[in-house]
């Protein structure tokens, strides 16, 4: 609803020579952002792969990771986070203890790296929110600052803590080690950094970088909030009402869309390649265990 009285006097024209009026090349490192923030992501599994112990080679890892990632980002962690990550580990071996601390570890490193970023740009004041938001300037710096000590007491209790590791609902949860949590935090801030500069590069050259990734931040928790699958509509209408001032509505909605196709559906379009070929595998793996048995 709110996104429809967002565009519901938009110059539809306007966004039609947005979109047209980008360059090839512009697109293409677009797409090579991209790329390296699915990279980023699927070395939260790699790292899992060390916080486990598990012998799965990473060339077996990384496309499950990727597949995860994508499903994730269109069709909600359930589906991606969470049922293929079982699914597709549990067909190359891994029991269910071990496949519930890569989630684990995997989700921690994405909002580890959140908190910090998110905690870093509220804190600094880099994005001014409208003056009738319930949320003022003043609250969101201080949430920002609750943000960062947050992530700070996870990494003091990574290094600090006697206590290593705790049962929850059948589930050993562990506690990583301090060298293990920081490349947790680098590599999530590193893969939020990166979707936000997709979003930076389809925009025009006035767009102030933190202020993007500050939006980001805001609408990806507001997606999470809402439930929608790949936040479809709270993004686009978090992104107007913060940034209706500084670009034109037709711009912004170009620049989202271009975002959508280049973040969410061309590594959907490969994933589901990339799950094809996976399943494929692994029933012929099925197969040939059968015929030794």
């Known amino acids: 609803v709110l996104l429809f009285l967002l565009i519901k006097n938009l110059d539809w024209q306007e966004v039609k020579q947005a979109l047209q009026s980008y360059k090839l090349s512009t697109l293409a490192t677009g797409a090579v952002i991209a790329l390296c923030s699915y990279l980023t992501y699927c070395c939260f599994d790699v790292l899992a792969r060390f916080y486990t112990g598990h012998k799965l080679a990473i060339k077996q890892i990384v496309p499950v990771a990727f597949v995860c990632y994508a499903f994730n980002l269109n069709l909600s962690s359930w589906v991606g986070g969470i049922a293929l990550r079982y699914r597709l580990y549990s067909r190359l071996g891994l029991d269910v203890p071990t496949i519930t601390r890569i989630l684990s570890l995997s989700l921690i490193t994405n909002w580890l790296g959140y908190m ?65 949590a920081l490349l947790q935090a680098s590599l999530g801030a590193l893969n939020w950094s990166l979707m936000a500069l997709v979003i930076y590069t ?72 990339v799950y094809l070929v996976l399943e494929k595998r692994s029933k012929k793996m099925g197969e040939r265990n059968l015929e030794r048995g």
């Open 116 to 180: 910090l970023l998110a905690g870093f740009v509220f804190a600094m004041g880099f994005l001014e929110l409208p003056k009738d938001w319930a949320v003022g300037a003043t609250s969101l710096r201080l949430i920002g600052v609750a943000l960062l000590i947050v992530s700070v007491a996870y990494l003091l209790a990574c290094r600090f803590s006697t206590r290593r590791s705790w049962t929850i609902r059948g589930q050993e949860i562990t506690l990583p080690s301090l060298k293990q």
């Open 202 to 273: 389809l925009l025009p050259d006035k767009a102030f970088y933190p202020a993007i990734l500050g939006v980001l931040l805001i609408s990806s928790i507001a997606g999470v909030i809402t439930h929608i699958p790949a936040g479809l509509g709270v993004l686009e209408t978090v992104f107007m009402t913060l940034l209706q001032d500084e670009f034109s509505k037709g711009t912004l909605l170009a620049a989202l869309i271009g975002y959508r196709a280049i973040y969410f559906l061309l590594p959907l379009s490969i994933a589901l390649v």
